[in-house]
């Protein structure tokens, strides 16, 4: 099974536009390879919490196969649900980035797949793929900004 296929970067799933937040589409099956080398696979089931807000972990998680829902505190309602993330998508980019507890669960809504990359884990691999990791951070700013102009939108509507 090649990278492409199983982190679902080379097509779009058939019954949804192309994703905005594809993370590192343009890198090459050795380019995956060479990044996934340092993160953990870690199969999942429907139902499974992967991620707890308030938790505090860095790393980040690269879905390969399987759906995850998104749910965010929401005072007396207990938890909210944001969105909905896909193959080909990357979580926990803000802890990975500043260290402070997650602000969101995240909860498996089908059986699947992601690889963590822990921020230990990414420093090793940028010592040794400076390249490769400089990418990886400039597409995570990227999926930052992203998501911040959504949020916005929907405060503006």
């Not at 970067?9 to 996934?36: D, G, K, Q, T, V």
Request: hydrophobic content about 50%.
């Amino acid at each position: 099974m090649t990278f492409d296929r199983f982190f679902n970067i080379a097509e779009p799933e058939p019954e949804r536009p192309a994703a905005p937040l594809l993370f590192l589409s343009e890198w090459s099956e050795a380019e995956w390879a060479r990044l996934l080398a340092y993160a953990e696979q870690r199969p999942f089931r429907a139902g499974d919490l992967l991620i707890r807000a308030g938790e505090v972990d860095r790393s980040l998680l690269i879905i390969g196969a399987g759906t995850l829902d998104v749910f965010v505190p929401d005072g007396d309602l207990g938890v909210r649900l944001v969105g909905e993330v896909q193959p080909g998508e990357v979580i926990g980019e803000v802890a990975f980035f500043d260290g402070s507890p997650r602000s969101a669960s995240v909860r498996a809504a089908t059986d699947g797949e992601v690889r963590v990359l822990s921020r230990e884990a990414f420093d090793v691999f940028a010592a040794y793929e400076p390249v490769l990791a400089r990418t990886l951070l400039l597409e995570l700013g990227r999926v930052l900004a992203v998501r911040l102009r959504a949020v916005e939108e929907a405060r503006q509507a």
